[in-house]
């Protein structure tokens, strides 16, 4: 019984942290304009900047550098056609990820599935396709946190 009421009270409190993030309208509104999951894009800004929007990684092997709440890449952002100098904000980047999602799902093809899909956008669509999902902290963080925000919408009322 006290493994019942712990299990609860710890799903009680994945759904509290996971009911409102700082960026919610922007989400909703790129998310569903572009047809994409709006948990996922949630899921993703918190596990790669944890919501800042100022957010800069330091300098990739390569010398680059991954910018604001999604933290895209400025060597991706150029091959996306995108301005990489206004991936600070958050609209933007936002965009960008939805973008670069959009693109990995057409690379990848309907044979990946969504946690492939979340692989690639860590790794890229080439190492994915190379190698499999091979960063399986990232992406079962992503995943955790895409059902919980899925979840704590469903519990209140939403679809």
Not at 24 to 48: C, H, K, M, N, T
Not at 65 to 87: C, F, P, S, V
Not at 116 to 121: I, S
Not at 134 to 146: E, P, R
Request: glycine content about 8%; cysteine-free; overall charge positive.
């Amino acid at each position: 019984m006290t493994a019942v009421i712990l299990t609860a009270a710890a799903g009680a409190v994945v759904l509290a942290d996971h009911g409102h993030t700082p960026f919610d309208a922007l989400f909703e509104r790129v998310g569903l304009e572009q047809s994409v999951d709006p948990d996922l894009l949630r899921a993703i800004a918190r596990r790669e900047s944890s919501f800042v929007a100022s957010a800069v990684s330091p300098p990739n092997a390569n010398g680059t550098r991954d910018y604001g709440l999604m933290q895209i890449n400025e060597a991706t952002a150029r091959a996306l056609g995108r301005d990489a100098a206004k991936l600070l904000d958050p609209e933007y980047n936002v965009r960008t990820a939805v973008e670069l999602l959009k693109r990995l799902k057409q690379e990848l093809g309907s044979q990946f599935d969504s946690m492939t899909w979340v692989a690639a956008y860590n790794a890229g669509s080439p190492a994915i396709k190379a190698r499999g999902i091979f960063n399986v902290v990232y992406v079962s963080g992503v995943v955790f946190h895409w059902l919980a925000y899925t979840l704590a919408r469903q519990a209140k009322g939403g679809k």
